[in-house]
């Protein structure tokens, strides 16, 4: 059985949400009319990560608006949508992504456990972890640096609960010096992601934003893509593009029959 995955390198503006959103919803409509089942966006959506709006805008989840843009926009394709989003939970703030399915149902809602420190005074710590049954097999989410907390603990986990795809929208980003050409950015992500699609024997795909990051600790930095979907054995089977503006859609077909 194979199963046709998007991963979408999707442009995130800082302090332009709504565009944001309309970029997100157009790529989910293009990827299903190339045959996309399930569609997988960058972290933080739509605002960005650490956006300097963070504490007044966000949303809550599955009832806000930006969530129920992307159940209406699962239930228009007909496709299962993995979406990051910056949610508001009473006067919390969090880091979350959640698996829409096409009936347009939020089927999994994570909120990201591996926050990086300079992070943590703007998101509260995650208090979630859990799989699904699809008509896709088993799937479980998880958050960007969730990947490389000690032992691989957050994915290990979801491979111990039976998940075939792990989901993993991402906001992966570099320094202003950083050289592309000297050290070519993802050795972490192959490495963490690989792993345990190894030893797990399941797919691992990550989805990272492009785009500046204008606020907060690492103001400067951007976001470069590089978006990463490793097989059952190991390796990279697809990577995204690197750079500021390197939007992109990659699609994969995956053979559901190499997971057990």
């Not at 843009?69 to 699962?74: E, G, S, W, Y």
């Not at 929208?169 to 070519?184: E, F, I, L, S, Y």
């Not at 951007?222 to 978006?227: K, L, V």
């Amino acid at each position: 059985m194979t199963l046709r995955l998007a991963v979408v390198q999707l442009l995130v503006q800082p302090g332009s949400a709504h565009e944001t959103l309309e970029r997100a919803l157009a790529a989910i409509d293009r990827a299903a009319s190339e045959g996309a089942e399930i569609v997988l966006l960058p972290e933080a959506l739509p605002l960005g990560w650490m956006a300097a709006d963070t504490r007044t805008a966000a949303e809550p989840i599955p009832d806000g608006p930006w969530c129920r843009a992307v159940r209406d926009a699962a239930v228009r394709t007909g496709t299962h949508v993995c979406t990051g989003l910056v949610e508001r939970a009473g006067e919390v703030v969090y880091n979350a992504a959640v698996l829409v399915g096409p009936g347009g149902d939020v089927l999994l809602h994570h909120r990201k456990l591996n926050e990086l420190g300079l992070a943590c005074d703007l998101y509260a710590r995650g208090d979630r972890l859990g799989v699904v049954e699809t008509r896709h097999g088993r799937i479980g989410l998880m958050i960007c640096a969730d990947a490389f907390a000690p032992g691989e603990i957050v994915s290990r986990t979801l491979g111990l609960m039976g998940a075939a795809i792990i989901l993993s929208p991402c906001a992966w980003a570099v320094p202003p010096d950083h050289d592309q050409a000297r050290t070519p950015y993802g050795d972490l992500w192959r490495q963490c992601y690989g792993v345990v699609a190894r030893d797990h024997r399941l797919w691992i795909a990550g989805a990272s934003s492009v785009g500046p990051i204008t606020s907060g600790p690492w103001t400067g930095h951007a976001c470069i893509g590089c978006s990463l979907i490793v097989g059952p054995d190991g390796e990279v089977v697809a990577q995204g593009p690197y750079g500021v503006d390197a939007e992109a859609t990659i699609l994969v077909d995956l053979d559901l029959s190499l997971s057990p």
